[in-house]
């Protein structure tokens, strides 16, 4: 699933989500200078800013984690459907081929996987001025696989030790997920 519209507005929109979610004490797992922690906070507002634009276009009813960075330093969820947690997770695409079932994800471990029932995976594209969503996993299924501490497909090193699944693995049927929310 890919979303276009309002790309450039979105941008924006997580540009300054992101600003407020640092200035507020969003917390670094890696010790990120302001800037980086900035950069990697806007990725990940694109991608919730697009999901929701799919939640609205669809008329999915739902709440959004609206956690106070300055009293906790992380969000529990992205968003709540039907007592549902989701947690949308998006990376830069860097490469001109388009996402495969070979990819690999690596999901953190101390963002306890379990803890979410589904998990969005997707990609942001700022040279095609858009962001696509791959597919959908179960945070259980998550959690059944293997820790590693090396992406399996591309060789980099994880910063923390992540369950690693293929894009294979994942669910590419969104009418099914909104059936199971």
């Not at 806007?42 to 999901?51: N, Q, R, S, T, V």
């Not at 959908?136 to 994880?158: C, D, E, L, M, R």
Request: charged share 25%; proline share 3%; hydrophobic share 35%.
């Amino acid at each position: 699933m890919i979303i276009t519209s309002d790309f450039e507005n979105i941008c924006i929109k997580a540009k300054n989500q992101a600003e407020l979610m640092v200035k507020n004490g969003l917390h670094s797992r890696f010790k990120l200078s302001r800037a980086a922690r900035i950069e990697k906070a806007y990725l990940g507002c694109i991608g919730e800013l697009a999901f929701e634009h799919y939640l609205q276009k669809e008329n999915i009813k739902y709440s959004k984690d609206t956690s106070d960075f300055s009293i906790t330093n992380s969000d529990e969820f992205d968003f709540l459907i039907n007592s549902k947690k989701i947690d949308i997770k998006v990376a830069k695409k860097t490469t001109k081929r388009i996402p495969s079932d070979h990819w690999t994800y690596g999901y953190p471990e101390e963002q306890n996987p379990i803890s979410k029932d589904f998990v969005i995976i997707g990609w942001v594209d700022f040279n095609l001025k858009q962001v696509g969503f791959y597919g959908w996993i179960t945070g259980i299924q998550i959690q059944n696989f293997p820790v590693v501490s090396k992406n399996g497909y591309a060789g980099y090193a994880y910063k923390t030790p992540n369950h690693e699944f293929k894009w294979g693995n994942l669910n590419k049927d969104f009418k099914q997920l909104q059936i199971n929310f």
